[in-house]
């Protein structure tokens, strides 16, 4: 069984309860913090000490304290940091959050192990999904598993997350063409770019493409 879990939660009355449901099923130390940052560094931490952990067990957001800069501010930024610091720890996303298409990325993009949607039964579901994964497996509670068996789950690939995000962060679609030239992207034509946005703003029903940036950031897609 897992010997060492590490708790990322913002919010206290989630963590005890996280806490306290782990500490009735298991014999881990279980470790807890409240921002992205202070857990890579713990995990950084646990690494050179020898001591690493087996568990990251995640929220997807945080509120972040305005007197402080923060590095990562989201849980999907900690998972893929978490991985590239430590590539084998297990984690297992428990969050509120209920989208199909984040939670699909979630295990397809960022290899995570288990995810638990908040509610009545997560908890319950929680202690199900660590022991799952302690034997190696995958673990989705129903209401995610229903929204992995989704059909028809619109997904990016990274080429549009690439111009998405340039566009969310102000660019010009020649100025677009011109950083993908820059970067030996193709295809990089100001009309191609042009294409590409139509074609997304028609997939996401969006009228305008300040609405599709609304939409796709909405849905996790560029986050």
Request: charged share 25%.
């Amino acid at each position: 069984m897992f010997t060492k879990i590490i708790i990322a939660e913002d919010i206290d009355s989630e963590n005890l309860g996280i806490i306290s449901s782990i500490s009735t099923s298991t014999k881990a130390r279980v470790d807890n913090t409240q921002s992205c940052d202070k857990t890579l560094s713990k995990i950084k931490e646990a690494l050179q000490k020898n001591e690493p952990y087996d568990l990251l067990i995640s929220d997807l957001s945080f509120d972040l304290d305005p007197r402080i800069s923060h590095k990562i501010t989201s849980g999907k930024q900690l998972i893929a940091a978490a991985k590239d610091v430590q590539p084998d720890i297990k984690i297992i996303v428990f969050s509120g959050e209920d989208k199909p298409a984040i939670i699909k990325s979630l295990f397809e993009n960022h290899q995570i192990d288990g995810y638990v949607c908040k509610g009545l039964y997560g908890l319950s579901e929680l202690k199900k999904a660590i022991t799952e994964v302690n034997k190696g497996n995958t673990f989705s509670c129903p209401v995610s598993k229903n929204a992995l068996h989704q059909k028809n789950v619109t997904q990016l690939d990274s080429y549009e997350v690439q111009l998405l995000k340039l566009l969310a962060n102000g660019y010009k679609q020649d100025e677009i063409s011109l950083h993908f030239a820059e970067k030996g992207i193709e295809p990089n034509s100001k009309r191609s770019i042009e294409d590409k946005i139509r074609k997304l703003r028609q997939d996401f029903d969006a009228k305008t493409t300040i609405q599709l940036i609304h939409l796709v950031n909405g849905m996790g897609l560029i986050s």
